[in-house]
């Protein structure tokens, strides 16, 4: 497998010739400071509110607009002024959007890691900066990868859900006993920030962390403790629980399908709160009605959000969430303000530290 790879310039005057911004004499009257203010600022359009301390960092810099439809509809419109817009994770912005939105769109900015949804050879054709914040959510995500791990083998879910249809107790001899985490294998496919995070939890459980990423190291491997598998399928076979956690690209497109779920042993579990499109969810309804896999617990969907009615929901050995993995309050806070930081640097002239698209660099619109 291959790797899954304005300014506003205040513009200084010859002797003969004004400066852009001037302050004239009070005898003549005085430009209001406000406006003169408001003449330097650009618009930035996003999805949803933005917390306060993220507005901070837009303050002397931009009119920041919260849209009135939301990322489901029609927004394109509203966006037509923006020089930036804000989208989360669902939100696909092709090159099409792109041009709806107009030329004075200068930076598409998303809350998080994955970009798999914005066409980057369309904004780089365009000239447009696409930033992101992938240190923004990995805590939480991380977090999230190990509850549905935990509630997965402790068999919570199960449990809730016989209580909550009204029936008894049931007898041991009708559950299928839970596993216990510690001294057990868990498989990271992808071991960048979020991958290395859960390794570490992981680890603190007792668990053995085995990972396949072609991109990483083994040094860096070692120094997390983790032990480096030289492809997925030697990973596969040797995990109880497998988790899922690179990027959607062609490369990684069902990275999880007939054949790689078969070989994960018998009665193992699956974890993904990376991106829907890694798992051919076809082929996991039949490894889990088979009984080859003891369950599955997933964030995320392919494609999202899922048809209501999606029979993963209806199994009684999977464990399904609306993609809410990042979404806490201290992670919110951290990708607000991350990506307000980042649109300031490029409303500045300046290189941004997350800029994804680093071949506009330099070719950006002005």
Request: with cysteine; glycine share 8%.
């Amino acid at each position: 497998m291959s790797g899954w790879a304005m300014i506003l310039t205040l513009v200084s005057a010859k002797q003969s010739v004004a400066p852009r911004f001037i302050v004239v004499d009070s005898l003549s009257g005085r430009r209001d400071e406000k406006e003169r203010s408001n003449m330097r600022q650009a618009h930035v359009w996003t999805g949803r509110p933005l917390q306060p301390a993220a507005l901070a960092v837009l303050e002397s810099l931009a009119t920041v607009v919260v849209s009135r439809v939301g990322e489901r509809n029609d927004w394109y419109a509203e966006a037509s002024v923006a020089d930036a817009i804000i989208v989360g994770g669902e939100t696909f912005v092709t090159g099409e959007v792109m041009d709806r939105i107009g030329p004075r769109l200068r930076v598409i900015a998303r809350t998080g890691i994955g970009v798999d949804r914005i066409d980057l050879d369309a904004a780089t054709q365009r000239g447009i900066l696409v930033v992101n914040t992938p240190d923004g959510p990995t805590e939480s995500t991380a977090e999230h990868a190990i509850a549905l791990l935990l509630n997965l083998c402790k068999q919570v879910m199960t449990g809730d859900r016989i209580l909550r249809a009204g029936r008894s107790f049931p007898g041991l001899t009708e559950l299928t006993p839970g596993l216990e985490v510690s001294g057990a294998v868990l498989g990271l496919v992808g071991l960048g920030r979020i991958g290395s995070r859960v390794a570490a939890i992981a680890q603190v459980l007792g668990m053995k962390v085995l990972a396949f990423d072609p991109f990483i190291a083994p040094e860096r491997a070692s120094t997390l403790g983790v032990a480096l598998a030289p492809s997925l399928a030697e990973l596969l076979p040797r995990a109880q629980i497998v988790s899922l956690h690179c990027p959607a690209m062609p490369e990684t497109y069902h990275i999880m399908n007939a054949e790689t779920l078969h070989l994960m042993p018998k009665g193992s579990y699956l974890v993904n709160v990376a991106r829907g499109a890694l798992i051919d969810e076809t082929a996991l309804l039949d490894a889990l009605r088979s009984g080859h896999l003891a369950g599955a617990a997933l964030d995320v969907f392919d494609p999202e959000p899922p048809m209501a009615n999606h029979p993963l929901f209806t199994l009684p050995n999977t464990i399904c969430t609306p993609h809410i993995g990042a979404y806490t309050a201290a992670s919110m806070l951290r990708m607000h303000v991350m990506v307000c930081e980042q649109i300031a640097s490029a409303l500045r002239g300046e290189r941004p530290t997350n800029l994804v698209n680093a071949a506009v660099w330099g070719y950006q619109r002005g």
